[in-house]
């Protein structure tokens, strides 16, 4: 047995229900083969780079499995038959199974500052009429003020 990382795109139109009963059919076809599924991750609705079959928008589920490669083929005509699913993508890993990253926490806007409170704040630190040394410009002396 093999480790092999198994990429399926859906349709995402097809509905919540839908899109489970077929990951679930995705996992019967694996164990049905003698395959073990390792871990199933569901990266949720995510935009294409390019459309397949005039949709913009895929549902993507990554299957992490042990399967004989003699079975993989017969996997990979099962997905071909579906018309709900619109990729599939298997990549052999190795022997041993890679290191299995933990999912990618949601990422989180970072708190945005108000910049009119950060412009006010500095209004009224610096005093008034002076510009800081900074941006003022350097003082250069002609030759009229020299007295020459």
């Known amino acids: 047995m093999k480790f092999y990382e198994t990429t399926v795109v859906l349709d ?3 509905g919540d229900e839908e899109i489970a009963r077929n990951i679930q059919k995705a996992e019967q076809l694996i164990t049905a083969g003698g395959g073990e599924i390792v871990e199933i991750e569901k990266k949720g609705v995510r935009k294409l780079a390019y459309s397949i079959r005039k949709q913009k928008n895929a549902y993507y589920v990554i299957f992490r499995h042990n399967s004989a490669p ?6 990979q005509n099962q ?8 990729r599939v993508l298997v990549i ?9 990253r933990p999912p990618r926490p949601e990422y ?6 108000e910049p009119a409170e ?3 704040e500095a209004a009224e630190e610096a005093p008034s009429g002076e510009v800081p040394a900074e941006e003022a410009e350097p003082e250069t002396k002609t030759e009229t003020e020299e007295g020459v």
């Open 12 to 14: 995402p139109k097809i």
């Open 70 to 75: 003699d079975s993989l083929k017969a996997i």
């Open 79 to 86: 997905f071909k038959l579906n018309e709900a699913i619109l």
């Open 92 to 100: 052999k890993q190795g022997e041993e199974p890679a290191r299995v």
């Open 108 to 113: 989180e806007e970072p708190e945005a500052s």
């Open 118 to 120: 950060e412009m006010a």
